[in-house]
């Protein structure tokens, strides 16, 4: 649907991995390389981090650097102390040339598995009293906007290592052919139409005076399944990661995982609490994705993009990238 998806700057490099909606608002998925673009940055949303290895968390300065004086708040999400982070970063700069007070805006959480942690900081007048808001709930999900929504997990990379399932509602498109043939004006009906598409008996005007009900357009109505995106970056191959894995990933449409080892590196993988790309096939393919898409590569294997799909697909038989 209108969900789009991109590596910012390769396999290879520090990850990053953007999420665009059908509104062009983007979500970024880990600051590592390939945040230098003020087009790029000035249109981000939310910003949603693994955990704070400098190779997930070098490219959030080159964020905020673009934000400043943005009118609109930036989100921030990762694991505990995500906040305290955040502000130290922000905090190491100078804003004594700043012409206002909230020159930037942050709202940033710290997810946990009993709730979320939330604070609100304007920069640079908020900076010396942080408040912080604990909000307790069982389901770790946070809800972006009436058609988005983020599941949570936290995986094991000897620290918490945040994956996330982020996914749209399911909607409905209408079959503009058909609408052709019926010879009625388009207007504001069919946006009405959309609206009331679960309540068959309510009615619609269509604009010059007739009235229908929403079952007369039944045969408009194209139901379109909302799209699901995993992000799963630097935790070890085991039963329990890959549990929670499946618990928000299953029958992803694209599962972004990391590879960060070959399987010659097994030892070292599990010694660093990272995976192989044979793993990351096993986990696609028990949680039943659609598409495999591996990246985090190690740099001594530059040039080698083949035999990191060429060994998940030993246990994936869908598409890999």
Request: charge should be neutral.
């Amino acid at each position: 649907m209108g969900l789009c998806t991109v590596i910012l700057d390769g396999k290879f490099n520090y990850p990053s991995v953007l999420i665009t909606d059908i509104d062009n608002n983007h979500y970024l998925f880990d600051c590592g390389e390939g945040t230098n673009s003020r087009k790029t940055a000035n249109r981000i949303k939310a910003i949603f981090l693994s955990h704070h290895h400098v190779d997930h968390f070098l490219g959030f300065d080159r964020v905020i650097s673009h934000n400043i004086f943005s009118e609109n708040q930036l989100n921030v999400y990762g694991p505990e102390k995500t906040i305290d982070r955040v502000v130290s970063k922000v905090k190491a700069y100078d804003w004594n040339l700043a012409e206002k007070s909230d020159a930037l805006k942050l709202r940033i959480h710290d997810l946990t598995n009993s709730g979320i942690i939330s604070s609100s900081v304007k920069v640079p007048s908020g900076l010396e009293n942080i408040e912080k808001e604990n909000n307790q709930f069982s389901e770790k999900k946070i809800i972006l906007n009436e058609n988005l929504t983020v599941h949570y997990t936290l995986l094991n990379h000897k620290i918490p290592s945040v994956a996330y399932s982020f996914s749209e509602n399911d909607s409905i498109k209408i079959d503009k052919e058909k609408l052709k043939r019926l010879e009625i004006k388009k207007g504001p009906w069919i946006g009405e139409l959309k609206d009331k598409y679960a309540q068959p008996e309510a009615i619609l005007s269509i604009g010059d005076g007739r009235t229908y009900q929403v079952k007369d357009f039944a045969d408009l109505i194209v139901p379109v399944k909302g799209k699901k995106i995993v992000y799963a970056s630097d935790f070890i191959f085991s039963e329990e990661n890959l549990k929670q894995l499946i618990e928000i990933g299953e029958n992803a449409d694209i599962f972004y995982c990391e590879a960060n080892f070959l399987s010659e590196d097994e030892i070292k993988a599990a010694e660093t609490y990272h995976l192989t790309a044979e793993q990351a096939g096993k986990i696609a393919s028990k949680a039943k994705v659609k598409e495999l898409r591996l990246f985090h590569h190690s740099r001594k294997h530059i040039g080698q993009e083949e035999l990191f799909i060429e060994e998940a697909s030993k246990y994936f038989k869908g598409p890999i990238k």
